[in-house]
């Protein structure tokens, strides 16, 4: 296969910011590539179009591919990589001239699919115009699913991560948390489950438009840092208090999922100024009893002796409706891989925490800010009725109920959780 003929192509592993995210850095474990916006790439408005846009997504991928295992990698194996499946955002019109930086990211990798997300941003000042992710599925000679090459897997790490361009660091004394940002407007906190990251917020973020929507890893998860030693509930929500100030985000909405809405609890209680409204997403107020806390202690030894890995198995049909986990296998690959790659110490130290927290029941009827509760209609580990119950004890509070998911609602019905949230969001203005 012939290279593309355009462009440079660099190679670029860490791009430092400057202005208000001076204090961070993206990474990218893979070259970025460097397309100039040519006369014939335009409409007639003077920007770039949609399908020239599509184009250069596909053109940026072929070429870090030639960059790492070369374009012959699936011929080679015998497959040839399908999309199954695209989505695109456009943030910004783009003029004939402007030279831009394609991020390529792995974020899901399976046995016969991968997804890439892409993070385009203008080479010169560095703000992000457009965003894509496709999902390929590796097909043979016959039509049939065959194995992802090993090599992709190689290139672009064993762990899959969230947007090259997207994901940054900041470091919170001494503790290094990884975090996406995306957008400017109203501040908008994403905070994960158990035992999860942030990229279970990935599909739910990317429609909130208008919105500076901020997904951290948790202290011990994902890709922030694993400390040894005790995690609780204060210490994440004073983590991200920090994360807040690192942003200079004086409020923000917070939407809580499972542990994520324990946490959010803890924010109220100890930073109720930096809380201007809150979602609580398949989450409850209540503390664990005897039977769950002796059930924390059993996880805890499992990951001790058999590692994160067998967590996961044991999760899977808990977490993910049933038919999610039948009609969904790339969730269900995704949720799995997530939870197999987390770090036993954060697993432990967060098992940990959910076994000691307070129970929350009492400070619900004082909650004072706007507040939605979401369920999953076939929720295994938080009944209908308890989030319901929940919910009316809020003062004033919404509740929605999203058919076809389970305890994941962003990540098995995110469309309709992301309408719902926007929803929400917009009654604030």
């Known amino acids: 296969m012939a290279r593309w003929p355009f462009a440079v192509v660099r190679a670029l592993r860490s791009t430092k910011f400057t202005g208000p995210y001076k204090r961070f850095v993206a990474v990218s474990s893979v070259p ?57 955002e456009y943030l910004a019109g783009v003029a004939a001239g402007t030279r831009l930086r394609f991020d390529v990211t792995l974020t899901h990798l399976g046995r016969t699919s991968f997804t890439l997300q892409q993070t385009v941003r203008s080479a010169d000042d560095g703000a992000v115009v457009a965003e894509a992710e496709c999902v390929l599925v590796c097909l043979d000679g016959s039509g049939r699913p065959g194995l992802v090459p090993g090599e992709i897997r190689a290139f672009f790490g064993s762990r899959p991560s969230v947007r090259a361009g997207a994901f940054q660091h900041v470091e919170l004394a001494g503790l290094n948390v990884a975090l996406d940002v995306q957008g400017d407007g109203q501040p908008v906190l994403f905070v994960h489950g158990f035992p999860l990251d942030r990229t279970v917020w990935r599909h739910l973020m990317a429609p909130l438009t208008g919105r500076r929507r901020i997904a951290p890893d948790l202290r011990g998860l994902g890709l922030s840092d694993a400390p040894d030693g005790v995690y609780s509930m204060p210490q994440y929500a004073d983590d991200l208090v920090a994360v ?53 202690d ?4 499992l990951v001790q002796d058999e590692g994160t890995a067998a967590l996961a198995d044991l999760l899977m049909p808990k977490l993910l409706a049933p038919e999610s986990l039948s009609a969904l296998p790339e969730v269900a690959d995704r949720v799995h891989t997530m939870i197999t790659n987390a770090p036993a110490a954060g697993v432990i130290g967060a098992l940990r925490a959910m076994k000691d927290r307070a129970d929350s029941t009492a400070l619900l009827e004082t909650i004072s800010v706007p507040t939605l509760v979401v369920a999953g209609r076939e929720d295994q580990l938080i009944p209908v009725d308890h989030a319901r119950a929940m919910a009316r004890r809020i003062p004033d509070a919404q509740f929605t109920l999203i058919a076809g998911a389970g305890h994941l609602v962003p990540v098995e019905q995110p469309i309709p959780t992301s309408r719902v949230i926007a929803e929400f969001l917009d009654s604030l203005a």
């Open 244 to 296: 807040l100030d690192a942003l200079d985000a004086e409020r923000a909405v917070v939407c809580g999922l499972s542990m994520g809405g324990y946490i959010a609890f803890e924010l109220i209680r100890r930073h109720p100024d930096r809380v201007a409204a809150l979602m609580l997403i398949n989450s409850r107020a209540e503390a664990d009893s005897p039977a769950a806390r002796d059930g924390r």
């Open 298 to 301: 059993e996880m805890i030894k």
């Open 32 to 88: 970025s590539i460097e397309i100039v916006v040519t006369p014939s790439d335009v409409d007639r408005v003077g920007h770039v179009g949609q399908q020239q846009f599509i184009g250069m997504f596909d053109r940026a991928r072929w070429e870090v591919l030639a960059a790492g295992p070369g374009v012959d990698v699936f011929a080679r194996h015998g497959v040839w990589p399908v999309v199954r499946k695209a989505t695109f």
